[in-house]
């Protein structure tokens, strides 16, 4: 049984940072993050496929950067210039085949795989 264990999520003011970290207990062709805040629909984040193939919303383009370990089966996403709407819990996803990036997650549920979720607040 595939598990993805996620950490890093906390209370930051406005305008800080954080990291994200999800490992995987095997290996995954992409993965990715998710959000959803109460009362919300689950909203993509980012993925990373094989071969640094990456994707963001654009809600979060230009201030988040998801990376990878592959030797590590771990995703990274570093969380920059942080806004309280950005507050929520986010989910790591992962998909053993392949996909592109840009598709992996963002269409119907095609995750394999998911997080249990961790919270990131982010105080105004």
């Known amino acids: 049984q595939v598990q993805l264990v996620e950490s890093g999520g906390g209370l930051v003011q406005a305008g800080g940072s954080l990291r994200l970290s999800c490992t995987a207990s095997?290996?995954?062709?992409?993965m990715g993050w998710f959000r959803q805040t109460p009362g919300k629909e689950r909203e993509f984040v980012a993925t990373i496929a094989k071969g640094d193939d990456l994707y963001y919303a654009d809600s979060v383009k230009g201030r988040f950067t998801i990376s990878r370990d592959n030797a590590k089966n771990t995703v990274l996403l570093q969380m920059n210039s942080l806004k309280p709407e950005d507050t929520a819990v986010y989910f790591c996803v992962a998909r053993v085949n392949y996909c592109s990036a840009y598709s992996c997650f963002r269409f119907g549920n095609n995750a394999d795989y998911w997080g249990q979720g961790t919270q990131v607040t982010v105080s105004s």
């Open positions: 095997g290996r995954m062709y992409a």
